[in-house]
């Protein structure tokens, strides 16, 4: 199956940026889609953003205009560029892979923290 390794979180202040990077490695061609998932202190895990293979992308209203979904094919590495973050930004980041099966695969998380 296919592997991924969440990286680049940390903490940041309000207004500030960061990069997360989702390595992939294992059998990537039986995906159709990756995407960013979070879990916010006390939600359920939400919809980030989404990129499939056509190169189509959704973004939550929430983060509309602030994050940028990419992948770099080469290096079999999604990333996931966040802009003028709010606090509310705050959760652990799940990269995910959708297969043609309909499986989901997911990360182990990253924890991002957005100070006020």
């Known amino acids: 199956q296919v592997q991924l390794m969440e990286s680049g979180g940390g903490l940041v202040q309000a207004g500030g940026s960061l990069k997360l990077s989702c390595a992939a490695s294992?059998?990537?061609?039986?995906?159709?889609?990756m995407g960013w998932y979070r879990r916010a202190p006390g939600k359920q895990r939400e919809l980030v953003a989404r990129?499939?293979?056509?190169?189509?992308?959704n973004y939550a209203d929430s983060v509309k205009g602030r994050v940028t979904i990419s992948r770099d094919n080469a290096k079999n590495t999604v990333y996931l560029q966040m802009n003028s973050l709010k606090p509310e930004d705050t959760g652990v980041y799940y990269c995910n892979a959708e297969t043609w099966v309909g499986a989901f695969i997911w990360g182990r998380g990253t924890q991002v923290t957005v100070s006020s």
């Open positions: 294992g059998n990537i061609a039986s995906t159709n889609a």
């Open positions: 990129l499939a293979n056509g190169g189509s992308t």
